[in-house]
DNA sequence: CGAATTTGACCAGCGC
DNA sequence: GCGCTGGTCAAATTCG
């Protein structure tokens, strides 16, 4: 029940998110710990934020940048914030200058990538047409990683679906989606090609259920998804 | 032997 | 229209 509302409410927002014009944009200071990300991996509700980033993270992984995806993710952090209170993910380097415009988020990964004409993202930005109308595009969260593994634990189970090796990188993309029924969430994974230490990890999409690490306690189970978007 | 992964084929969007 | 590219499918293969 609780899960069908919460569709319901999803699909409100994906559909005020048809034309994203706006990316959040998160920075953090360079190798900082992850206690920060305890709350964020609540705070973000329904997004994923790997466990093993949020608490005893491995010594290997280091966030360094977060993005967010679309304007309405942006809202969406707006509004986190306000719940929130006190020092938490979002009030990091907070400022104006964080909230980009669909081109600059484009310029910034092309740049970012070697060669200068690469697109991370770029073209998973670009809309999608299903029979002439534009398709409504899943709540996207990117973040990069310093990880040995490609994939971090995040809580959710994932079954691999397809890998690509994409067009000036060095490295595979991976292809995931949630083993959860009903839960369309896919995520990415890919490695830098200008430093193969960084995991560059994207999801898309909203679970509509906590993860499986809490599927036994179904209490908190249930209050979880009261703060499911 | 069932589940998960791999991998080549296929499809759709986009630019030229 | 054609070729390129990213994303997905599904049969084959591997793994536990």
Redesign the pocket.
């Known amino acids: 029940m609780a899960a069908a509302s919460q569709a319901m409410l999803n699909q409100g927002l994906f559909e005020e998110q048809e034309m994203p014009t706006q990316m959040g944009f998160f920075s953090f200071a360079p190798n900082s710990s992850f206690p920060l990300l305890g709350s964020c991996h609540q705070s973000l509700k329904g997004f994923t934020i790997p466990h093993s980033l949020a608490a005893d993270a491995p010594s290997t992984a280091n966030l360094t940048e977060t993005l967010l995806i679309s304007s309405a993710a942006a809202k969406q952090r707006e509004d986190m914030s306000a719940n929130l209170g006190g020092p938490h993910l979002f009030s990091v380097q907070r400022s104006s200058a964080n909230l980009w415009t669909q081109g600059e988020v484009n310029e910034y990964l092309s740049n970012k990538r070697s060669g200068g004409d690469g697109?991370l993202g770029v073209?998973?930005l670009?809309?999608?047409?299903?029979?002439g109308r534009r398709?409504v595009r899943e709540p996207r969260f990117c973040f990069k990683t310093m990880s040995d593994v490609d994939v971090l634990d995040d809580g959710y189970?994932?079954?691999?679906?397809?890998?690509?090796?994409?067009?000036?990188t060095l490295h595979p993309?991976?292809?995931y989606?949630c083993?959860q029924d009903n839960c369309g969430v896919?995520k990415?994974v890919e490695r830098l090609a200008e430093d193969p230490r960084m995991v560059i990890t994207t999801y898309e999409g909203r679970h509509v259920h906590s993860p499986s690490h809490d599927l036994e306690d179904s209490e908190a189970q249930s209050h979880l998804n009261n703060f499911f978007f």
Not at 126 to 131: F, L, Q, V
Not at 157 to 168: F, I, L, S
Request: charged share 50%.
């Open positions: 697109h073209s998973a670009k809309m999608k047409k299903i029979k398709k189970k994932w079954r691999k679906y397809g890998q690509k090796v994409v067009k000036n993309r991976s292809y989606r083993t896919k990415r």
